[in-house]
């Protein structure tokens, strides 16, 4: 099939973002208006003019496959909006719809990971199958109810009232953008949208569709396309406005054969056989939503969520490759550690420096903002990845035959690209786990403990000091915790006694690595390896989790993750000649500490009291084996420190002082050995250029 | 590429085959370095740069031969210490120990060495495998030796970069 070509691989990235972003928006429209049960003849016209567009785009890129599939899926909608009394009971069409859209998707991964090779379409026949068939049901449908003389679509579309029936014909010469290549299908993809309007057609030149020589005369002299003037012209020359990466077109009226004696429309010049009479640039403004940006443009409104106002004002968005930002992001971390490198120059101590602190001080301010704004560059909304579980409830409600519904909250929340990207997964697992394992599998199981029979899964993300907290939870029958200790027991994965597990403590237990207590194994979840991949990736992004849940109340799944990953604010501690990076989020005080607040307990393990409450304390220099000479508690200072409601004081030489660091990751090298698992998170390079080791407080205390 | 050559012409020495050494031909470059009496060599491809020895910030809970992290322009290195890792004696830093950075599959680590002595040709003659002995746990990390005919000069083993980046633990 298909063969991808060499050098076409920038315009097969476009295509991919592009097809996708149309994909999501699909998705979400079809989601909302399943929910409301009722298509608005807006959403109508949006479906089309996706499918319009991923057909287009199909074709252009020698897809044929897919371009098939959206032409039918555009066949059929085409019955829906040219009769939309028809959308009473069209649940079938939503399951079509939405196999079309994961066929799309299935396909398109498969394309881009073997890029250049051969690719299949699975269930394609199948597809245009079922396509076929729910088109004639709605037609037939149609041509009952509405008796009209409408009998095919097309035909129905042609509503416009024919002129005189002389052989008037009009002549469009058609300019492409510059630099679009393959001018020669973009061509012939023109002249296959408006061939069904047409009752004559001619072109030149005329081997468009094999002779790929053609482009270039489509370059210099433009593409010509004559059709009788009696036909809908209106329309056609709409869709030439409208189609791809259509620079312009002029009309030209070429009949020497017979005058114009009724001037069909106010395009046709009344001087005829003049050539470039009217020109129509694309940017002029076209009545909403006809699509008069360009698919890609297109595509980034879908991006930002504007798809639904489509319309004709300029979009002021551009999209950049991830790695050019990440390059960007570590550039400005380079540039605030050598900013401060400079600024607490060592050179520099004792002067009196007015001028150079003044500048310096602007310097620091401008760092800042650029630092910002570099972040919120990086920032998306949570709402696409929000949209994709509404799908999977939506997916698995039908399967699994429960009644639930989906309350999102908070989707506007905006987050750095890498941990939306690196979210998905996790929450797919949890929203399968809540619909699977956690809403009841009998609705009298819900009645009986007083709860509406109809369940609820939410899932909602809030912004909280500097982190972004994302819970997953659900109504259901909650997490039994004997079931999950009496597994914990057969699988050995206790590392105490018993008795000695908390509830909550039990609960987390899920989420080790193959643990799963349902018995059986289905095909959306139970086979144990949901929960690890959820951990381990919201730990990728520095975030944690916590399970939640109340026996029969239902379960809670709550994430935290910080929102910046790169930049902290830091309070430097020594200890020996180590220096240690305390996030400063997690220190509550710091002081000075007397030996009479000291309390030990049996085992001689220090513990302070401060007012009224005891906390642990943890020496620095034996948890990291640090020589130092700052051994006895009173020398050096206490850091009380606090994540997740749990605290505890740590032991420092002292303190340095307060810095915003760029977080590092450890070396690659060091992967293999556990050092995250030990309390620290990273290293950081410190303005005279050495390197401090940052504590994750909550490693450190749990 | 070099290095397929030389693994050639390793392989055609252990196998006997003596064509090779008649043509003696350069197969590519090695930068030699002292530790204590041994030269030792790493093929010029994956040495990144030497380095002075500088402040190294000790990692907790990582093996003896990790002496920890150094900062070579704003990127984060471990460093090893080829002496601890060979299982010799450590000696107090001197004014020609260096660090050299070496890369391979994006994975940096820095090594530390008493001297760098010399980059040189590898000729394809003096190619010698190593002897087949399991009982040497060094020669684990050793990919071949080069010979030298004069008695003034040493035979040189030449470090297997991979393994001794991408060794699991043992």
């Known amino acids: ?702 | 590429m070099t290095s397929d050559v030389i693994k050639e012409a390793v392989a055609k020495q252990q196998s006997g085959d003596r064509k090779l050494v008649a043509d003696n031909s350069v197969l590519g470059k090695v930068m030699t370095f002292n530790i204590g009496e041994q030269v030792y060599g790493i093929e010029i491809q994956y040495v990144v740069e030497i380095i002075g020895m500088q402040r190294i910030t000790k990692v907790p809970h990582v093996p003896d031969y990790i002496k920890g992290i150094i900062n070579v322009r704003s990127k984060v290195v471990p460093v090893i210490d080829i002496r601890t890792r060979f299982g010799k004696p450590e000696i107090p830093v001197t004014s020609h120990t260096c660090i050299i950075t070496l890369s391979f599959n994006e994975t940096s680590v820095g090594i530390i060495v008493d001297n760098v002595a010399n980059v040189e040709d590898i000729h394809s003659s003096d190619i010698s495998a190593t002897p087949e002995n399991k009982n040497v746990n060094t020669n684990a990390f050793i990919q071949y030796m080069i010979r030298s005919d004069s008695n003034s000069e040493q035979t040189k083993l030449i470090l297997d970069v991979a393994k001794l980046l991408d060794e699991q633990e043992a």
Do not use: W
């Not at chain 1, 002067?351 to 919120?376: C, H, I, N, P, Y």
């Not at chain 1, 899932?459 to 994302?470: D, F, H, P, R």
């Not at chain 1, 070396?667 to 994750?696: F, W």
């Open chain 1, 1 to 702: 099939m298909a063969k991808i070509e060499p050098g076409m691989e920038a315009m097969l990235d476009m295509y991919f973002f592009e097809t996708n972003s149309l994909l999501e928006q699909l998705d979400e429209i079809l989601l909302r208006t399943e929910q409301a049960n009722a298509f608005d003849s807006e959403d109508i016209k949006e479906i089309f003019r996706i499918m319009h567009t991923i057909k287009g785009s199909s074709a252009m890129m020698g897809f044929d496959n897919l371009s098939v599939l959206a032409h039918k899926a555009e066949d059929m909608f085409f019955v829906i909006r040219e009769n939309p009394e028809l959308i009473t009971d069209v649940s079938f069409v939503y399951d079509l719809v939405f196999q079309v859209s994961d066929s799309y998707k299935a396909q398109i991964e498969a394309i881009q990971n073997n890029v250049g090779g051969e690719y299949e379409l699975s269930n394609f026949d199948e597809l245009i199958e079922k396509l076929k068939n729910a088109k004639e049901k709605l037609s037939g449908e149609a041509n009952g109810e509405a008796p009209a003389p409408a009998a095919t679509p097309a035909a129905s579309a042609e509503s416009a009232p024919s002129g005189n029936k002389g052989n008037n014909k009009t002549s469009v010469r058609v300019f492409f953008e510059d630099g679009c290549q393959m001018e020669n299908l973009r061509a012939f993809l023109l002249i296959n949208t408006i061939r069904e309007e047409c009752s004559f057609l001619e072109f030149y030149p005329a081997d468009v569709e094999t002779n790929p020589e053609t482009s270039k005369e489509i370059i210099e002299h433009g593409f010509l396309i004559t059709f009788s003037a009696e036909d809908n012209q209106d329309y056609i020359l709409k869709q030439i406005e409208t189609a791809l990466n259509v620079q312009s077109y002029e009309v030209l009226a070429a009949p020497s054969e017979a005058p114009v004696a009724e001037a069909p429309k106010a395009e046709i010049p009344p001087e005829p056989a003049k050539e470039a009479v009217e020109k129509v640039e694309e940017k002029q403004p076209a009545p909403a939503p006809a699509p008069t940006e360009s698919a890609v443009e297109k595509a980034q409104a879908a991006v930002a969520n504007v798809a639904a106002q489509g319309g004709s004002q300029k979009q002021s968005l551009i999209s950049v490759n991830l790695a050019k930002l990440d390059a960007l992001n570590d550039i400005v971390g380079e540039i605030i550690t050598t900013e401060s490198m400079v600024i607490s120059n060592p050179d520099l101590e004792g002067l009196e420096l007015e001028s150079f602190s003044k500048a310096a001080r602007d310097l620091k301010k401008l760092t800042g903002e650029l630092q910002d704004t570099v972040m919120s560059i990086r920032m998306v909304p949570l709402s696409g990845v929000f949209q994709k579980m509404n799908r999977i409830v939506r997916d698995m409600r039908k399967k699994l035959g429960k009644d639930v519904e989906f309350v999102m909250e908070g989707e506007d929340t905006e987050v750095d690209k890498s941990i939306v990207d690196s979210l998905q997964d996790p929450l797919m697992h949890l929203v399968r786990n809540c619909m699977d394992h956690g809403i009841e599998e009998n609705v009298n199981d819900r009645t009986a403990n007083g709860k509406p029979a109809k369940g609820t899964v939410k899932l909602t993300a809030q912004n909280s000091s500097g982190e972004v907290i994302i819970t997953v939870s659900d109504d259901g029958a909650g997490i039994d915790p004997e079931k999950v200790l009496a597994k914990a027991r057969r699988q050995g994965v206790l590392t105490k006694p018993e008795s000695e597990y908390t509830v909550k403590e039990i609960q987390n237990l899920i989420l080790l690595p193959g643990f799963s207590t349902n018995e059986q194994v289905t095909e959306f979840s139970g086979r144990g390896v949901g929960m690890d991949v959820v951990k381990s990736n919201v730990e990728k992004c520095n975030g944690t989790i916590v399970v939640d849940s109340k026996k029969g109340a239902g379960t809670t799944f709550i994430i935290k993750i910080p929102l910046t990953l790169a930049i902290i604010d830091g309070m430097e501690i020594s200890v020996g000649d180590i220096v240690f990076t305390v996030p400063i989020s997690t220190i509550r005080e710091s002081f000075k500490v007397e030996p009479e607040q000291i309390l030990r307990d049996t085992d001689g393990n220090e513990m302070i009291m401060l007012r009224g409450i005891c906390y642990p304390i943890l020496r620095m220099h034996e948890k990291f084996g640090i020589e130092t000479e700052v051994t006895d508690l009173k020398e050096g200072i206490l850091l009380l420190v606090e994540t997740d409601n749990k605290s505890m004081c740590i032991f420092a030489d002292k303190l340095i002082g307060e810095q915003q660091v760029v977080v590092k990751p450890f070396p690659k090298y060091l992967a293999r050995y556990d050092i995250k698992g030990e309390g620290l998170s990273g290293c950081t390079i410190m303005g005279d250029g050495s390197i401090s080791l940052i504590i994750d407080t909550n490693t450190l205390i749990g």
